[in-house]
């Protein structure tokens, strides 16, 4: 091993305060960091509060209810009908909605969140539908509606291997249109039946569509204006009868005729031959 003369190292010793850079720490010397201490600096580019996470709010029945008068209400406005453009129509039943005197007590929704709930409950809801038609159509005599709706249930488990849990919204919504059952026990397919009077709609029957209500009204219409030309037409015969007696009395009449009954002999006449 090399040795330096004593003088040389003290020289190089005494020049190491001049020399070294303001602010640099010698890490060989005699000081270090502790890595587990509080006062470490932070050297991660991320934050250290952790993103905020909106918290999911659990939807009630009775927000269920609310939300489905909502959709009932808005689409079957005589006023605007549906010819309601999509975000139009979801504005108008979130304002039906948060303002509903029913809606008192619960947090207003956000748009997203009610278009999302109402898939939900319109999906399961049809679903159930296919399951009570099932139930309905197997109705065995002496059974009442609990035996329906228990066969109905154990049918939505064995299709979709989940219990249905949206029974509030089937009642809500069994008896409108889109979700009227068909079904009845004995008979599915008959929608009216004959009487000796002629047909009579059955309850819950679903409602022509546009094509079929024209059609029946054109041919009410022609049923119509044909009945009318008969009557018009037995009318016109009775008022020619009586006057054709009314001229064969004046004819019959054997002492001379008035001025006013002879006028009225020649037109008679005239109407006849003509």
Not at 109 to 126: I, Y
Not at 224 to 236: A, D, G, L
Request: charged share 30%; with cysteine; proline share 5%.
């Amino acid at each position: 091993m090399a040795s330096y003369p004593t003088g040389y190292v003290s020289l190089l010793t005494s020049q190491i305060g001049e020399f070294s850079t303001p602010g640099f720490e010698n890490l060989s010397g005699s000081q270090s960091i502790d890595l587990d201490s509080a006062d470490l600096p932070a050297f991660s580019s991320q934050s250290s509060e952790a993103p905020t996470v909106k918290e999911r709010r659990k939807w009630y029945p009775k927000e269920d209810v609310i939300l489905i008068s909502a959709w009932l209400n808005t689409s079957k406005d005589p006023i605007v009908g549906n010819e309601q453009k999509l975000g139009t129509f979801w504005s108008r039943i979130l304002q039906y909605y948060n303002s509903s005197v029913q809606h008192a007590g619960f947090s207003p929704r956000e748009l997203g969140q009610c278009k999302q709930r109402w898939g939900r409950l319109n999906d399961l809801t049809c679903k159930f539908c296919g399951c009570y038609d099932a139930a309905l159509r197997g109705q065995a005599s002496g059974e009442n509606e609990n035996d329906v709706m228990k066969r109905a249930l154990d049918f939505f488990f064995s299709d979709h291997g989940c219990k249905f849990t949206m029974e509030h919204a089937w009642r809500e919504l069994r008896h409108d249109q889109k979700w009227c059952s068909l079904a009845k026990p004995g008979n599915l397919a008959t929608p009216k039946r004959k009487t000796g009077e002629g047909e009579e709609e059955v309850p819950g029957a679903r409602p022509p569509g546009i094509k079929a209500a024209k059609a029946a009204k054109k041919k009410k219409g022609v049923q119509e204006e044909s009945k009318h030309t008969e009557i018009k037409s037995v009318v016109e015969m009775k008022d020619k009868l009586n006057k054709q007696k009314l001229l064969e009395k004046l004819l019959e009449k054997r002492d001379p005729l008035s001025e006013m009954e002879e006028s009225l002999k020649l037109k008679l006449m005239s109407e006849m031959l003509g």
